[in-house]
């Protein structure tokens, strides 16, 4: 038998097709082809972008509403990483009518762009926040350590690097993110070698624990990024014996 192939379909070739002999001109065979323009994309969410202002140490809400089709999945993306469901940084609610990301004290480092995606029957909506970032110049940040030095045994389990943070504006006192403090290495002057804050200190305490060898002797810092301001401490000295 013979086949034709067609590799690439497009509207204008809809119409009867016919297989002829060559030799008698006779119908061998017959097809009808109809060729249908692509599906048009669903909305599955609104809106589909928007622009956001955050304000340091306020929460942050951004809500898609639900058109109605069939969504299978749905989950939101900041600044390239997906969010969890479970986080102490966002709190996801998702109704039958809406989905809503809410950032809790929200600050510089959330600036840039959160999507929320919806997954329907082949095909996939986003919905694009842009959030922009107002300084906050009357925001007085300061960043001290507890300690200007610290002696720790070799692997001991709980070597404590410790610095005290606040920020006030005016007479009142406003909360610093935990996300906001790294507390860093100075490596040639620079802070380098970067970790989070351990989980059990507690603002305005942040603080560093490691389980120290030789190597990790050296001065430590305290880097603060918050209301587009970098605040960078005196350093605290950690010997290991």
Not at 135 to 148: F, H, M, Q, R, S
Not at 169 to 183: A, H, L
Request: glycine share 6%; net charge positive; aromatic share 4%.
């Amino acid at each position: 038998g013979l086949t034709l192939t067609i590799k690439t379909m497009a509207e204008d070739m809809t119409g009867n097709y016919k297989c002829v002999g060559e030799a008698t001109g006779e119908t061998k065979a017959e097809a009808k082809f109809k060729v249908s323009s692509p599906a048009e994309h669903e909305d599955l969410i609104d809106p589909d972008e928007a622009d956001v202002v955050i304000v340091p140490g306020e929460d942050v809400t951004l809500k898609v509403k639900k058109l109605g089709g069939v969504i299978t999945t749905i989950y939101w993306e900041c600044n390239g990483e997906r969010i969890a469901s479970e986080s102490t940084e966002y709190k996801i609610v998702n109704t039958n009518n809406d989905n809503t990301l809410t950032i809790l004290d929200a600050d510089e480092a959330d600036a840039g762009k959160c999507i929320c995606v919806a997954e329907g029957v082949g095909t996939e909506d986003k919905a694009v926040f842009n959030l922009n970032y107002i300084e906050d110049k009357e925001l007085v940040i300061t960043a001290i350590p507890t300690k200007n030095s610290v002696t720790c045994k070799a692997k001991k389990k709980r070597c404590k690097l410790q610095f005290t943070v606040r920020a006030k504006k005016g007479d009142k006192t406003t909360t610093v993110p935990k996300k906001s403090v790294k507390i860093c290495k100075l490596i040639k002057g620079k802070p380098g070698s970067c970790k989070k804050i351990a989980k059990g200190c507690k603002a305005p305490s942040f603080c560093r624990e490691l389980k120290p060898s030789a190597k990790d002797a050296g001065n430590y810092v305290a880097v603060v990024s918050m209301s587009n301001q970098k605040v960078v401490s005196d350093p605290v000295t950690l010997t290991v014996v």
